[in-house]
């Protein structure tokens, strides 16, 4: 019992020391971009950003880094079999931006079903509040100036559907958006400050 307990502080201590070790990697990594987005899949950890990246068919992470969090604090991310927003050239508007916070789920705090919602059309917000303590990830880290925001994803919720899919299930490739918007430039006018994407093949 005893030998057990030293393992298990071994372990959390390990899992801090690589935490903080990672935190440092993207802070250190960042661009100048608003917010870096990575996917990490047990010690590997990728930049999402207009690439097909190939994952194993088990539960990852999207780390967040918010690089200017008094500015730009929020994405919208848009999860899809099809390619309706991730087709878009650079220079293309997506469809109804204006109207981009009233296309959001309403979701519960902390991430409890660790999961993507599926939609041709809708989105996800994902952003931080520094006055609040409700938010939509599992964990955030604040270091020099910046946020890392981690969220689990262990499901996919086909939203039309109604369906519930595991990641260890999933057998389609995944098409996300990643849209930063400044929503203080008018009234029901939103202007693009920064737009990436990636394609996740199983």
């Known amino acids: 019992m005893y030998f057990y307990s030293i393992v298990m502080l071994l372990m959390q201590k390990l899992f801090f020391l690589l935490t903080g070790l990672l935190s440092s990697l993207f802070i250190q990594g960042q661009t ?30 999207l780390i967040f880094v918010y690089n200017q969090p008094e500015k730009f604090n929020g994405v919208f991310v848009n999860t899809s079999f099809t390619k309706d927003y991730y087709k878009l050239a650079p220079s293309e508007t997506i469809k109804d931006l204006n109207y981009l916070p009233q296309k959001v789920y309403s979701e519960h705090k902390f991430n409890p079903k660790k999961e993507l919602k599926v939609n041709p059309e ?38 039309n559907e109604k369906e519930n899919i595991p990641v260890e299930k999933m057998r389609f490739s995944i098409y996300m958006i990643f849209e930063v918007i400044d929503q203080h430039t008018g009234h029901f006018f939103n202007k693009e400050i920064y737009r990436t994407k990636a394609k996740l093949k199983f």
């Open 32 to 61: 100048s971009a608003p917010i870096d987005v990575y996917l990490k899949q047990g010690i590997d950890s990728i930049r999402l950003d207009n690439n097909t990246v190939k994952i194993k068919r088990t539960p990852f992470t």
């Open 122 to 159: 809708f989105f996800q917000y994902f952003g931080y509040n520094p006055s609040s303590n409700w938010n939509k990830f599992d964990k955030i880290i604040k270091k020099n100036g910046k946020v890392l925001a981690y969220r689990k994803v262990k499901n996919f919720y086909l939203v």
